[in-house]
């Protein structure tokens, strides 16, 4: 029998470790996962995405990079990028849940497995309405929709100049090449 991590636990064991092991981890599925250090090109990417997010919804809503969503006992991830509704207290008081979150964001290079398939479920049985994966080699964008029973119903792929319309966040609009950094 394998047993489940909690958030709870996870705190206390950052708590614990050495203050020198700078390690990101995140809880999925109650297992402990453990974030490599970014390349390049990943680090771009991420930099490019969060301007671009942070620009085009302005003061209406939050940006978020690489910070927890609680979504239960056992699950808190850290996505790349998650756009929240705005809060009195900005998020000080306790991590966005669910119902705080519009979309989220993964870049992924190194990790798009996991983003496009255990990720993808946590946040769909979450019911996070929208859900994009940014494929930083191939530089396309995986669009999920609609979460039911712990999938998306809908998953669209884009390139290039094709441009993606949010559906949780009126008039946001971009294309899959503003996302990425210029190479």
Not at 38 to 57: D, E, I, R, Y
Not at 62 to 89: F, G, L, M, S
Not at 119 to 148: G, M
Request: aromatic share 6%.
């Amino acid at each position: 029998m394998r047993l489940r991590t909690t958030v709870e636990e996870l705190y206390r064991l950052y708590a614990a470790r050495d203050p020198a092991d700078t390690q990101r981890m995140e809880l999925i599925e109650g297992e402990i996962v453990l974030m490599m250090p970014p390349a390049p090109l990943l680090s771009a990417s991420n930099t490019q995405t969060n301007g671009l997010m942070t620009q085009k919804v302005g003061d209406a809503y939050r940006v978020r990079c690489k910070h927890p969503i609680r979504i239960n006992r056992h699950n808190e991830p850290q996505p790349d990028i998650a756009v929240v509704k705005p809060r009195k207290d900005s998020y000080a008081l306790s991590h966005p849940d669910p119902d705080d979150v519009l979309l989220i964001i993964e870049v992924s290079d190194t990790s798009l497995d996991f983003d496009l398939n255990a990720k993808r479920h946590t946040y769909a049985k979450a019911e996070i309405a929208e859900y994009w994966v940014l494929d930083v080699n191939s530089r396309e964008l995986h669009v999920f929709l609609s979460p039911w029973e712990g999938d998306y119903t809908q998953h669209a792929t884009h390139k290039g100049d094709d441009e993606v319309v949010c559906t949780t966040i009126a008039d946001l609009k971009v294309s899959v090449r503003e996302l990425l950094p210029a190479i």
